[in-house]
């Protein structure tokens, strides 16, 4: 049986490009004793994985070439002789950008039944649970709190904000097109977002701040925290989630400006934060999540693609704005 998979061909110097991956054919790994062989149906691109080719700035450790382009994905299994994972389980995995892979059980979530496996890929899946520990145990909102977030029209992003919403909050988006602004306002109930890419964006942030920031939650660094550090109040808490900013480039910029002094005057908390922190506590977020789904208060965005050709294309352009919500690349029915 063949696999397509997609491989890092090389590591990207500057802007990542199309042609840093390959396409190719090989023959499907047999899975050994206890170990299952799962078929892709899809999988998310995130901009984290970006991180991940750039070796110093993430903690995956340092990239390499060659090997199958990592993601986590949903799929069926369909070969194994484990019998807490049979096969036809639907199933949550680091499935990477291929049709097959092998993996061990211990690697593996099984998906509950009834729900929609692509609800996984994104707010059941790294992302929501990033965007749901991240704003709740990190950020720390309370009601009636100002919560800003940044990249919030992305998958983590606009799922922050409809938590913030939720738990009482007023949200301010930042995100890269005012298209994606009227989208966060209109269909998502944000209370104002500002385009980062609009000559005012200093002004018009504090427009859309006029009692300050209480929450920050980071996805960018870069220019849009520096902005933010002046709009926190006292007390005040950044949820520092990632540097989507500095991604895409070999040449990443230093710190903004104003850390530690705006910190240590506004006694401000600035903490970092892997999803993984909060393993433990996977199940409970899952439920919660599932139910504000289900009563309506939590809209599910997704971006779909639909081959794993057009996986290297996709990426490329989430990374310079193209995807509003989750980026799911269909592979498999
Ligand atoms: N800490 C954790 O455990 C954890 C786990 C998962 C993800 N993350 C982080 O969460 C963040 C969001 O990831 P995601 O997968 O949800 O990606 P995403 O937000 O869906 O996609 C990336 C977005 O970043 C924005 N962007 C690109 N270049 C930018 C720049 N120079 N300045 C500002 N915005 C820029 C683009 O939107 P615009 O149109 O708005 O520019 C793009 O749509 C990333 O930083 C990722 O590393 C952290």
């Known amino acids: 049986m063949e696999n397509k998979q997609v491989l890092i061909d090389s590591l990207p110097e500057g802007k990542l490009k199309e042609s840093d991956y390959k396409v190719v054919k090989s023959e499907v790994t047999k899975p050994k004793q206890g170990e299952v062989l799962v078929k892709t149906i899809s999988f998310a691109i995130t901009a984290g994985t970006r991180a991940g080719l750039q070796g110093s700035a993430s903690y995956a450790g340092a990239p390499t070439t060659g090997i199958v382009m990592n993601s986590t994905g949903v799929g069926e299994v369909v070969e194994s002789s484990d019998k807490n994972c049979p096969i036809g389980s639907k ?16 690697d593996l979530t099984v998906l509950r039944e009834g729900v929609d496996p692509s609800l996984y890929l994104g707010p059941l899946g790294i992302n929501g649970l990033t ?18 977030v940044s990249a919030a029209a992305g998958s983590v992003g606009h799922m922050v904000g409809q938590i913030a919403k939720i738990k009482g909050c007023k949200v301010v988006g930042v995100c890269g097109s005012d298209e994606k602004c009227n989208k966060l306002i209109n269909e998502l109930n944000f209370d104002a977002a500002v385009n980062y890419k609009d000559a005012n964006f200093r002004q018009n942030l504090k427009d859309a701040t006029p009692d300050g920031v209480d929450v920050y939650f980071d996805n960018t660094g870069g220019m849009i925290l520096g902005s933010a550090l002046f709009r926190l109040n006292t007390g005040g808490r950044i949820t520092c989630c990632g540097v989507v900013s500095q991604y895409d480039t070999n040449t990443p910029e230093p710190g903004p400006k104003g850390i530690p002094g705006l910190l240590v005057n506004k006694s401000i908390r600035m903490q970092g934060f892997l999803v993984f922190d909060f393993a433990d506590k996977y199940n409970e977020a899952t439920d919660e ?39 799911i690349v269909n592979v498999s029915t």
């Open 91 to 106: 199933v949550l995995t680091q499935t990477g950008w291929q049709e097959y892979s092998v993996q061990s059980p211990n």
């Open 131 to 148: 965007a749901y520990f991240g704003l709740l145990k990190v950020g720390q909102p309370k009601a009636g709190e100002t919560v800003m």
């Open 289 to 327: 999540i599932i139910e504000w789904i289900q009563s309506g208060q939590f809209k599910v965005l997704t971006d779909e693609v639909d081959g794993l050709d057009e996986a290297p294309k996709g990426f490329v352009d989430l990374l310079a704005g193209g995807n509003i919500g989750t980026r």
